[in-house]
């Protein structure tokens, strides 16, 4: 094969069908106000851990829904479960109870702590 010099990247395609979605499931069984949370990213803009770290509980809210649960599980040790991010969201999401459910499934579902 010739070499022009540059490389065809994989798409960036989101595979619903391999991801694991147990975690959402999860949480979606235990609080229903998560179906309601639209990304507007208001919980991150007044997220305590967020301005400190890297963590975005919109992002984590995206990926979690996505079943791509690996960086999930990484970030979930940023939250301060300081309920800001409760108070601050427009669908009424209990964003922190989200989280402790996070973790709980991820104990749960995979065996092991977070």
């Given at each position: 094969?010739?070499?022009?010099?540059?490389?065809?990247?994989?798409?960036?395609?989101?595979?619903?069908?391999?991801?694991?979605?147990?975690?959402?499931?999860?949480?979606?069984?235990?609080?229903?106000?998560?179906?309601?949370?639209?990304?507007?990213?208001?919980?991150?803009?007044?997220?305590?851990?967020?301005?400190?770290?890297?963590f975005?509980?919109?992002?984590?809210?995206?990926?979690?829904?996505?079943?791509?649960?690996?960086?999930?599980?990484?970030?979930?040790?940023?939250?301060?479960?300081?309920?800001?991010?409760?108070?601050?969201?427009?669908r009424?999401?209990?964003?922190?109870?989200?989280?402790?459910?996070?973790?709980?499934?991820?104990?749960?579902?995979?065996?092991?702590?977070?």
């Open positions: 094969m010739a070499d022009f010099g540059f490389t065809i990247i994989k798409p960036r395609v989101i595979d619903y069908d391999s991801n694991d979605r147990r975690i959402a499931e999860y949480i979606f069984e235990r609080e229903p106000s998560f179906r309601l949370c639209i990304e507007c990213g208001a919980c991150s803009a007044t997220c305590s851990a967020g301005n400190f770290t890297r975005s509980l919109r992002e984590f809210n995206i990926l979690l829904k996505r079943g791509e649960n690996s960086y999930v599980k990484n970030e979930l040790k940023k939250c301060m479960l300081c309920g800001k991010c409760t108070l601050v969201c427009p009424g999401v209990n964003t922190r109870n989200v989280i402790s459910l996070a973790q709980e499934a991820f104990i749960k579902l995979n065996g092991h702590e977070v």
